[in-house]
């Protein structure tokens, strides 16, 4: 399979260059070009090598008839992982890569957040100094706070200052989610005990894999890890089995000062790296409609007998998946062969036509479907917590009470589980998937929670994408998976 890199804001990779790489795929006569974004990125060098082991899984994958029609070309936009997310390049593929250790709070990210926020330099070097320091007063966390929001502050009527939000439509439109306005001590102790709740779940579960030896997706899914209000699976946290998961007002003050100034400070790491998240999560959109959907456009008019199939990873699932908003054309209504989202750091109600909770309002996507030719493929893994816990923190909006200390699954991630809100999308386990093939076109829910499960804090299950079940159903979507 040949493969081609995209940095989507390089000058010599713009419409220009894609033509040019159009061309070249027109006369080797390539039928199909799987377009991958990932967020593996930073000033380190495992970007190359995460998307080196994608391709030889979609080349191991893929049909004999496919062989020497298909190109893989991959994208590379402006993002970061934190210190402790990084797993080695050199002489590992990702699947072996996966972190069981507990995650290292001492490393301040400085130099990715230099790169990140290059108009903050001040900003960063004073979070840098509060990190360094960690003093033990509750002073010192509000001050982090108010770095934060400094940090990320854009500008009212900015043009990417609603796209965090993956909701339009509302009464009172919102952008910024409660973490940046909250005071900064509770917000700490919340991410604080979100840190002690994952790491108990981390270690339940990996008792209970060692106890049932399940894998391969042949076999059954295990019950996801987190409660879910409608159809709750089993969960290891007492707290969470109990119906609602909302703590009382009562209870918070009772709880607020239980834990200690240092230990705080591992939850005021948590907000940083959510933080953070937050403003990639608005590149990432700005990204999508602006630079992906332009590029894909390109591509299809160069080479026009070439199918475009969009992959996202995580925030680069994001990416994707907004490019839909800008990528159509009056000639070319659905440019999308299909797209494939794999724990997409992306709300789980982005494509409903309404919001259960509100009067009115809608998922931002809930009317781009249609650009997708084929299948809408969203992956989801219930031991994803990343998403099953610090998202839902990280994205709830002001004004809203509800699960401050435990999830609160209204603000859950497509990730995580699924679509919500969508009518006719079948719920499909990978081995189903996989067995009996997808719809021609739709979104459909494919949980691979049966593999994507490995890894502890910070991101457990996040990361654990590099499976040949899980590039065949990249390669399924797109009409070009091998047999089994």
């Given at each position: 399979m040949e493969e081609h890199t995209w940095n989507l804001l390089a000058p010599a990779s713009g419409p220009d260059g894609l033509r040019d790489l159009a061309g070249r795929l027109a006369a080797a006569g390539t039928g199909d070009l799987i377009v991958f974004a990932h967020d593996r990125h930073g000033r380190w060098d495992e970007p190359a090598a995460v998307?080196?082991?994608?391709?030889?899984?979609?080349?191991?994958?893929?049909?004999?008839?496919?062989?020497?029609?298909?190109?893989?070309?991959?994208?590379?936009?402006?993002?970061?992982?934190?210190?402790d997310e990084r797993v080695p390049a050199s002489g590992h593929a990702p699947p072996d890569t996966v972190r069981d250790a507990a995650p290292d709070l001492s490393v301040f990210p400085l130099d990715d957040l230099l790169a990140l926020f290059p108009g903050r330099a001040d900003t960063v070097y004073a979070l840098?100094?509060?990190?360094?320091?960690?003093?033990?007063?509750?002073?010192?966390?509000?001050?982090?706070?108010?770095?934060?929001?400094r940090l990320v502050a854009l500008p009212l009527g900015a043009p990417g200052g609603a796209a965090g939000s993956d909701t339009t439509g509302e009464i009172v439109p919102q952008s910024d989610p409660a973490m940046l306005f909250d005071p900064a001590v509770e917000v700490c102790g919340r991410f604080t005990d979100f840190l002690e709740l994952m790491a108990e779940t981390c270690e339940e579960a990996g008792t209970r894999r060692s106890a049932d030896n399940t894998g391969p997706a042949e076999q059954a899914s295990?019950?996801?890890?987190?409660?879910?209000?409608?159809?709750?699976?089993?969960?290891?946290?007492?707290?969470?089995?109990?119906?609602?998961?909302?703590?009382?007002?009562?209870?918070?003050?009772?709880?607020?000062?239980?834990?200690?100034v240092p230990h705080l400070w591992d939850g005021a790491y948590e907000l940083l790296r959510q933080v953070t998240y937050h403003a990639l999560r608005r590149r990432a959109a700005v990204l999508g409609r602006e630079r992906l959907a332009a590029g894909v456009r390109t591509l299809r008019a160069a080479a026009p007998g070439t199918r475009v199939h969009l992959v996202g990873h995580g925030m680069g699932a994001r990416l994707a998946a907004h490019a839909l908003t800008e990528v159509r054309t009056e000639r070319d209504p659905a440019p999308v062969a299909s797209l494939t989202l794999l724990q997409a750091a992306v709300s789980h109600h982005v494509f409903a036509p309404s919001i259960p909770w509100q009067l009115r309002g809608r998922g931002r996507l809930h009317d781009v479907v249609e650009a997708v030719a084929g299948p809408l493929v969203v992956g989801h893994s219930g031991h994803d917590l990343l998403l099953g816990l610090m998202f839902p923190q990280a994205t709830k909006m002001t004004g809203d009470a509800a699960g401050h200390t435990t999830p609160d699954r209204r603000w859950g991630a497509l990730g995580f589980d699924g679509a919500q809100g969508v009518d006719g999308g079948p719920e499909l386990t990978l081995a189903t998937a996989l067995r009996a093939g997808l719809p021609e076109s739709g979104i459909v829910n494919v949980d691979t929670s049966a593999v994507v499960r490995r890894g502890g804090p910070p991101n457990p299950g996040h990361d654990d994408i590099w499976h040949?079940?899980?590039?065949?159903?990249?390669?399924?979507?797109?009409?070009?998976?091998?047999?089994a």
């Open positions: 998307e080196r082991h994608f391709g030889r899984l979609l080349t191991a994958g893929a049909a004999p008839r496919a062989e020497g029609g298909v190109a893989l070309l991959n994208v590379r936009w402006p993002s970061m992982r934190f210190p840098d100094d509060a990190f360094r320091h960690r003093r033990a007063r509750h002073t010192d966390l509000d001050d982090v706070g108010l770095l934060l929001r295990p019950e996801p890890l987190l409660e879910d209000r409608g159809d709750p699976p089993e969960v290891p946290d007492t707290t969470l089995r109990e119906p609602g998961t909302v703590t009382s007002s009562d209870e918070l003050d009772a709880d607020r000062g239980r834990h200690s040949e079940d899980v590039a065949r159903l990249v390669l399924a979507a797109a009409g070009l998976a091998g047999p």
